[in-house]
């Protein structure tokens, strides 16, 4: 089973600032991973697939990188909606997501 | 607008069962990997199982030998069998779609409640 491991567990940013979350593989997952976006009571929302690529309708600052075993998601300048918790997920052999980075107001 | 709707959820006493069932709506459902994931309470996502557009199917070894999953194309809807329940399968279970078989999730239900307890 490929471990999937998110730092920080919470990073405190405030409002306009930049974040920066990550999430390392235990093996390589080649570009096979996507971000997800989860707020209190709601599902969670896809942000980014294929390491990369931006879902329909999310916005230019949400940006995904990286490939193997490190990747990166980077919020450019953190908007009031953007505090949430976020998963990344491997589907390069079969599914495991990451523990989740709580991205909470500074 | 796609439209991920379950059901089914509720209290079950720990070796009972329950069967979720969502229903679909907004895409073609017959060509779409569709797949069920849990959460437990204050936890972190967890693939359950997934049925591809073809019916073949795939479990998390936590829940192999005890869930079942299936698809009524003809009503597009999603099932979830769920047999032998435990404590630890209290979880908000949500339905999913994916692009393909075995890959991310492009569109989540709001999800529905098992409470597995005595």
């Known amino acids: 089973e490929i471990l999937m491991t998110q730092s920080p567990a919470t990073l405190s940013v405030s409002p306009g600032e930049r974040a920066t979350l990550s999430c390392r593989a235990s093996?390589?997952?080649?570009?096979?991973l996507a971000w997800y976006q989860q707020k209190p009571g709601q599902a969670p929302r896809l942000l980014i697939y294929?390491?990369?690529t931006r879902a329909t309708g999310i916005p230019a600052r949400f940006s995904g990188s990286g490939s193997g075993t490190e990747f990166t998601l980077t919020i450019s300048s953190l908007q009031s909606e953007d505090f949430a918790v976020y998963y990344c997920?491997?589907?390069?052999?079969?599914?495991?997501f990451g523990q989740g980075t709580r991205v909470e107001i500074k | 607008e796609v439209q991920l709707l379950e059901s089914g959820g509720g209290l079950v006493q720990p070796g009972g069962s329950l069967r979720l069932s969502c229903a679909a709506s907004?895409?073609?459902?017959?060509?779409?990997?569709m797949s069920w994931v849990r959460q437990g309470p204050g936890k972190g996502l967890e693939w359950v199982s997934e049925?591809?557009?073809?019916?073949?199917?795939y479990y998390a070894d936590s829940v192999k030998g005890r869930f079942t999953i299936s698809r009524d194309n003809s009503n597009n809807a999603l099932y979830l069998q769920m047999n032998s329940l435990r404590a630890e399968d209290t979880a908000v279970y949500y339905c999913?779609?994916?692009?393909?078989?075995?890959?991310?999730?492009?569109?989540w239900g709001q999800g529905t409640l098992v409470t597995v307890s005595s």
């Open positions: 093996q390589s997952v080649n570009s096979n």
């Open positions: 294929a390491a990369s």
């Open positions: 049925i591809s557009s073809g019916g073949s199917t």
């Open positions: 907004g895409f073609t459902f017959t060509s779409y990997a």
């Open positions: 997920q491997q589907y390069n052999n079969w599914w495991t």
């Open positions: 999913a779609k994916g692009p393909y078989s075995l890959s991310y999730v492009d569109f």
